[in-house]
């Protein structure tokens, strides 16, 4: 099971880099048989990476998700999800390079945490655990697509606001698409994110004790930016800049927390996060 899930694993990968490059092809050609080749090799690869995950969830016995090579698949996972969501609606497959590169990025990532398949450590083997598990991945792939489409906001309006916009103006989405699919996925993101920081919260003072864990505390202050987002869209009329700003920032927020807050608190607690 666990050779198998690694196949597919890097066979996912590799569909995955030549859909950005099928993407990147389209952006400049714009021929429509490119963009549907990309398309269909980003949905191959996400069928590939599914079984990868369902192997590896059959090696280890839980649903895939407690480690870190786990959580960063799954949400790579998730991210592809959301983005064939947001192309089918929006009719753009301009944000697929974006999509793409960060979804090779963060398999790349993953790899680096690799751990053979085995059973979860005694405080993560819970129903909650699990739940909580699966709110900050959906929120965190939703929190993706908002960030890509926060700096594809602010290079468009550098290219309207340019004397001379370049052909690039012509290849990008309105701003008009770019800030109402930014705004919608961080309306996703931000319901399953609050469920999220409520589990979280109730975890850690069943483990711990305490509220007073960097991971908690992080989590409230990622929360309390997307409240910020959406509280000064809804009263204070912010939109286009100010709003794409807010959500990049958000974004890197997020990939602070996985990447280097976790790790560390794992480190403290004598696991590996």
């Known amino acids: 099971m666990e050779k198998a ?9 590799i569909l995955y880099a030549v859909a950005l490059l099928l993407y990147a092809s389209f952006f400049i050609s714009r021929k429509q048989t490119t963009g549907g080749l990309a398309t269909g090799t ?3 690869g996400w069928l590939v990476h599914t079984g990868s995950l ?7 016995g839980s649903l895939p998700g407690a480690t870190a090579y786990e959580s960063l698949s799954v949400v790579a996972w998730l991210v592809i999800v959301a983005y064939l969501i947001v192309e089918y609606f929006s009719r753009s497959k301009v944000l697929g390079i974006f999509i793409t590169a960060v979804d090779c990025l963060f398999l790349i990532r993953a790899w680096g945490h690799y ?7 005694s405080i993560l083997q819970s129903s909650l655990v699990d739940v909580h598990f699966m709110l900050i991945f959906i929120a965190s792939a939703a929190f993706t697509v908002a960030g890509g489409c926060g700096l594809l906001y602010l290079f468009q309006e550098g290219q309207v606001k340019g004397r001379k916009p370049s052909i690039l103006f012509r ?15 961080v309306l996703v993101g931000f319901l399953f994110f609050t469920l999220c920081v409520i589990s979280g919260a109730i975890q850690a003072l069943g483990v711990w004790g305490t509220l007073w864990d960097p991971i908690v505390v992080s989590s409230a202050i990622a929360w309390a930016i997307y409240a910020l987002y959406l509280l000064s869209r809804a009263m204070a009329g912010w939109r286009g800049r100010k709003a794409a700003i807010l959500a990049i920032v958000g974004f890197l927020f997020i990939m602070s927390i996985r990447f280097a807050i976790v790790p560390y608190v794992s480190y403290l607690h004598g696991f590996r996060g």
């Open 5 to 13: 899930s690694v196949f597919l694993f890097w066979f996912s990968f």
């Open 115 to 121: 751990q053979p398949p085995g059973p979860r450590l």
């Open 42 to 44: 980003l949905i191959g």
């Open 54 to 60: 369902i192997f590896r969830g059959l090696a280890a």
């Open 171 to 185: 290849r990008l989405p309105s701003l008009e698409v770019l800030d109402e699919v930014g705004y919608g996925a």
